[in-house]
């Protein structure tokens, strides 16, 4: 595979199948191809291994179970840096530390995700090799009660007391707001009302929606778009979104 425009693609290393190809062998294709981003999602040492001494910036999550815990006591958070970041510094790039994956307000851990936001950074904070390393979460674009047309994109009520903080730490500190978009769901859940070209970057660079002056030729970035709106609303509107 020759990936085009490679320095903008970011690929993401999920290791939870059967049969997958021993952790130098990824890092080897990512390299071979040119692809120079990627994110995994947890701190898989035989990855961090691999990686060392490599152009590849990566994106390392904080499983979601292990959360509370880095929450509710800042030694532990620190002993989490120390092993999985600042032992790998500087011969892994390290680019964001990503704390949870699609929490929603309703889930149990949901309250913690912003405690330990904090204590990861002050850990970070504590090397210099590590200081620049931003701190971030994920979240899924069905926190947005609505996303169409996108400069309608806004955060569902039941979302802003969980949301607005996050953003809010964030803009404080520079680091953009990481969002899961899947035109594919959107468009099986559409009923229909979503074409199948728009979907999958099929248009040819037509213009399928039109919203204001802008005009969208898929649906990946008018629900970018949405997700900007969405910030602009409550109250960051100039964080950045990483998709």
């Known amino acids: ?32 191809n040119g692809i120079t981003k990627m994110r995994i999602y947890e701190p898989d040492q035989f990855t961090l291994q691999a990686l060392k001494n490599t152009p590849i ?3 390392l ?36 530390i990503v704390v949870g994956n699609e929490v929603m307000p309703t889930d149990p851990i949901s309250q ?13 904070a504590q090397s210099p090799a590590a200081a620049n390393v931003k701190v971030s979460t994920t979240i899924r674009v069905d926190l947005l009660g609505t996303t169409y047309p996108p400069y309608a994109g806004a955060f569902a009520d ?39 070209d728009y979907a999958i970057f099929g248009t040819g660079g037509r213009v399928v929606v039109h919203d204001g002056v802008l005009g969208y030729q898929n649906l990946f970035h008018a629900m970018v778009d ?9 109250g960051a509107p100039n964080l950045q979104v990483r998709a």
């Open 158 to 196: 039941s979302a802003m007391a969980y949301v607005v903080p996050i953003v809010q730490f964030l803009a404080a500190n520079g680091a953009p707001l990481l969002a899961n978009v899947y035109p594919y769901f959107a468009y099986i859940g559409s009923s229909g009302q979503v074409a199948l």
């Open 1 to 32: 595979i020759v990936v085009a425009q490679a320095p903008l693609i970011g690929v993401c290393n999920g290791r939870v199948a059967d049969n997958l190809p021993p952790e130098g062998d990824v890092v080897a294709f990512y390299t071979a």
């Open 226 to 234: 949405s997700v900007y709106a969405a910030l602009e609303k409550a």
């Open 57 to 59: 910036e990566l994106a």
């Open 112 to 124: 913690s995700v912003l405690p330990a936001m904090h204590n990861i950074q002050n850990a970070l």
């Open 61 to 96: 999550d904080v499983p979601n179970e292990v959360i509370p815990t880095l929450a509710g006591d800042p030694a532990a958070a620190t002993a989490w840096v120390q092993t999985n970041v600042i032992s790998y510094t500087p011969s892994v790039q390290f680019r964001y």
